[in-house]
């Protein structure tokens, strides 16, 4: 029987790389994204083992209801990708916005954990899971001009360390990578000085490329990774000092 897996922000970038590895698996997959109508083209474009669920991880409520979705749709879930996220402005802490602050933890972290709190649970039950949350190095190393975006990816990991030792008993693998940045529609909410200085952090010289994560991803979700829990893997391209 097929696996059934979820990836946010599956519609495109990142999530889209790793729908097509998990499909290429053999997976199931289950597009939750906020970009509906995107997802809906993307989903088509897929084929018939992907489908499209609406959501806003930034409420539970939408989260609960898309996993019921799925349910009905496909069956039990025991993958979960989570690659929904913002970027926000880049500016100084001083003038960072309020509004943009609350908005970025409320997606990026407060998301992962409304995912992490819906799905978990059915897991437990069934005794099996593969999660990787999707973090960020500057969740490592803090980003000038990125002070949300960078915390919110630690919290990020934080999460997926506190997970991962929760569910170690119940072949439960919650692990989050911390890739550098790729080319996707987040650079759109960048500044060019933002997404200049990011490369110039890199020694390998270039952006990671989304279909190396998704190769990352697709050992991660899989039934042979039944150790490694709680931990986070660098994608940085050298540029991560721990």
């Given at each position: ?52 669920i609406p959501v806003d991880i930034a409420s539970f409520d939408s989260v609960t209801e898309a996993l019921a979705q799925t349910e009905t749709v496909l069956g039990a879930p025991s993958i ?163």
């Open positions: 029987m097929s696996e059934i897996a979820i990836v946010t922000g599956g519609a495109q970038g990142i999530g889209l790389a790793c729908a097509k590895r998990l499909l290429a698996k053999g997976a199931r997959v289950a597009l939750w994204d906020f970009d509906q109508e995107l997802a809906q083209k993307t989903a088509k474009d897929l084929g018939p083992e992907a489908v499209a979960l990708v989570n690659s929904a996220g913002v970027a926000g402005p880049n500016m100084p802490i001083e003038d960072y916005p309020l509004e943009d602050w609350a908005q970025i933890f409320q997606i990026n972290s407060t998301g992962s954990f409304h995912m992490l709190k819906a799905l978990l649970p059915g897991m437990k039950a069934r005794n099996y899971g593969r999660v990787v949350l999707i973090a960020s190095v500057a969740g490592k190393e803090g980003n000038p001009m990125a002070s949300a975006y960078s915390a919110s990816k630690a919290a990020v990991i934080a999460l997926t360390k506190s997970a991962g030792k929760e569910t170690a008993a119940h072949n439960i693998a919650v692990n989050c990578i911390t890739p550098a940045a790729a080319k996707t529609r987040i650079f759109d909410q960048m500044s060019q000085e933002h997404i200049d200085y990011m490369l110039s952090k890199i020694p390998r010289g270039r952006f990671v490329e989304v279909d190396e994560i998704a190769h990352m991803v697709a050992w991660l979700t899989d039934a042979e990774n039944s150790f490694t829990t709680g931990a986070a893997f660098d994608l940085s391209g050298g540029r991560a000092t721990f």
